[in-house]
């Protein structure tokens, strides 16, 4: 199962990194998102979700509970992930509509010298 999580993680962070290295503003906010994504899977992956219980002391016993830190990270890393995702798609929207294209060797013809 970690095996799967890692192979997983692994494929969508190299499809991030692809995507990224892409001319398209478009391309380049969905390698962000899949990048994040692999970085929560990753986290997730942290703690085998087969071997050990809900994180609740009354049900299981303690040796066996889970440990909730991953699950809290992960939570806190999507929240982030949505505020930089709704920034880059506000500067992506932005950025297309002065420049006419979402073609990112345009946008940086663009840019002026101070």
């Not at 001319?23 to 979700?49: E, H, K, T």
């Amino acid at each position: 199962m970690l095996l799967a999580f890692a192979i997983t993680a692994g494929m969508m962070f190299a499809c991030g990194v692809y995507l990224m290295l892409r001319r398209s503003m478009v391309r380049l906010i969905i390698g962000l998102l899949l990048i994040s994504y692999s970085v929560n899977l990753i986290i997730f992956s942290m703690d085998d979700p087969n071997t050990r219980g809900a994180p609740i002391i009354d049900s299981v016993e303690e040796s066996a509970m889970s440990d909730p830190l991953p699950q809290a990270l992960i939570l806190t890393a999507i929240v982030i992930s949505f505020g930089v995702l709704a920034f880059t798609l506000a500067l992506g929207y932005r950025a297309t509509q002065v420049a006419g294209t979402d073609n990112i060797d345009t946008l940086q013809s663009t840019d002026r010298g101070t």
